[in-house]
């Protein structure tokens, strides 16, 4: 009997303990899926927890880079002293090369949409060019292209709301005073792990290799940022939410993208809520192409005075 007893017991004690034991290993699981999921990089060492994984520009946006020289110079934000008067240098900065990109895109839509308008086959120098954005959003080969292959690529090729990138580079930048974004202009957190490439981040642990990428102005750092968001696995949800507004024919918005957020900071939600309230609060909108289309249109059919 005293036998039986024991037995139960030890049994009961076991069942408890894995009962305990169980969900901290859940836990362990979960926490290393979100860390290694994770891809943006603190533009400050001091105060963020975030990390933006490389991504280097293609041959044909290297040769754009060349043959479209900026002359554009960069202001001293630290200088500006006055809030309102960094923030709209900031905007009025970083805005025109976002909506550079976006144009880009929108004209490499448009030739997608012209291919899979065409009953021929694609051309032996549309291939090319198809294969070129395949490799660049990380998508695999294919000999012969049908119509679905041709039609993925408009999930990949298409804008990123002014809004959203304004609301960013100035969260990851401190508005254009960080260390990184002065001496490399990297407005974003884009690593790069080649010695000497970038920026080592002085809060860096000793066995780690990664730098701040460094560009050679925040022409190339916008570019990266958005072929980042069209091709990185981690922000497919990103790309799911703007096909879905593309398909129910609705203006594509910061207010909408920054929910496809969830990696891009390890602070999840908070990072979310706070690109949005940025968004909000600067009225970042007004920046959006659809709102500035919108706005020639209703000014268009204004009576005039």
């Given at each position: 009997m005293e036998r039986k007893v024991l037995w139960l017991v030890s049994?009961?004690?076991?069942?408890?303990?894995?009962?305990?034991?169980?969900?901290?290993?859940?836990?362990?699981?979960?926490?290393?899926?979100?860390?290694v999921s994770t891809d943006n990089v603190p533009m400050d060492d001091d105060n963020k927890q975030s990390k933006v994984t490389e991504s280097q520009s293609s041959k044909q946006e290297?040769?754009?880079?060349?043959?479209?020289?900026?002359?554009?110079?960069?202001?001293?934000f630290a200088?500006?002293?006055?809030?309102?008067?960094?923030?709209?240098?900031?905007?009025?900065?970083?805005?025109?090369?976002?909506?550079?990109?976006?144009?880009?895109?929108?004209?490499?839509r448009e030739t997608i949409k012209q291919i899979l308008a065409n009953e021929e086959p694609p051309s032996r120098e549309e291939k090319?060019?198809?294969?070129?954005?395949?490799?660049?959003?990380?998508?695999?080969?294919?000999g012969v292209y049908l119509h679905e292959d041709v039609a993925?690529?408009?999930?990949?090729?298409?804008?990123?709301p002014t809004s959203m990138v304004l609301a960013q580079a100035a969260n990851e930048s401190a508005w254009g005073t960080s260390r990184f974004a002065v001496e490399g202009n990297n407005y974003f957190g884009q690593w790069c792990f080649r010695k000497g490439c970038g920026l080592v981040p002085s809060s860096?642990?000793?066995?780690?290799?990664h730098e701040v990428r460094k560009f050679n102005d925040a022409r190339e750092s916008v570019f990266a940022?958005?072929?980042?968001?069209?091709?990185?696995?981690?922000?497919?949800?990103?790309?799911?939410?703007r096909a879905q507004l593309r398909a129910e024919n609705k203006p594509v918005t910061g207010l909408e993208l920054v929910h496809g957020l969830d990696h891009y900071s390890q602070r999840g939600q908070?990072?979310?809520?706070?690109?949005?309230?940025?968004?909000?609060?600067?009225?970042?909108?007004?920046?959006?192409?659809?709102?500035?289309?919108?706005?020639?249109?209703?000014d268009e059919a204004a009576p005039s005075n």
């Open positions: 049994f009961a004690v076991i069942f408890i303990l894995w009962l305990k034991i169980d969900p901290v290993a859940e836990q362990a699981k979960t926490n290393t899926a979100v860390e290297q040769e754009y880079f060349e043959s479209h020289p900026i002359t554009t110079e960069k202001p001293d200088a500006i002293t006055d809030i309102k008067q960094r923030k709209q240098a900031f905007f009025e900065f970083l805005a025109p090369f976002v909506e550079e990109k976006n144009e880009l895109l929108l004209r490499d090319r060019w198809l294969k070129a954005l395949r490799e660049l959003h990380n998508l695999k080969d294919v993925e690529l408009l999930t990949y090729v298409d804008i990123i860096r642990e000793e066995d780690a290799d940022y958005v072929d980042n968001l069209n091709s990185n696995p981690a922000y497919r949800e990103l790309r799911q939410i908070e990072y979310i809520d706070e690109i949005e309230s940025l968004i909000e609060y600067n009225q970042l909108w007004r920046f959006n192409l659809d709102h500035q289309i919108a706005q020639e249109n209703t």
